[in-house]
């Protein structure tokens, strides 16, 4: 993940969530405000439109950031909650208990599931 990925005024739920894909294949990111998931039915708005913060922050999303700080920076800066999923298979885990991993981390060890089936 050369550079990792850049959250600012111009990014999309679309962008976001092909570029999360393309740098962790076994991961996945949702993101809602207050309860509603805009990752289905919003893929075309921008973050910051969506933000509940006054002044929204961009930031940088690194694949050696642990699951917890990327929620907590999605928060600070945008007001947003996000969830990060592991993939198992056909199914999906939340990495609630495993949310010291670094993305990458999780991203491997999903990998390595998905090479055991």
Known sequence: MRGGIKIDGDTRISNLLKKFNNNFPFLKIEISRRGEDYSRDHRDFKLFELATVKKP???WIYEDMKVIDVEEIFKNSLGLQISIYR???KSLVET?????????????KGQEIFSAI
């Open 96 to 108: 609630t208990f495993t949310s010291q991993w670094t993305l990458s981390h999780q991203n491997e």
């Open 57 to 59: 922050q961009e930031f």
């Open 87 to 89: 993939k198992m298979g």
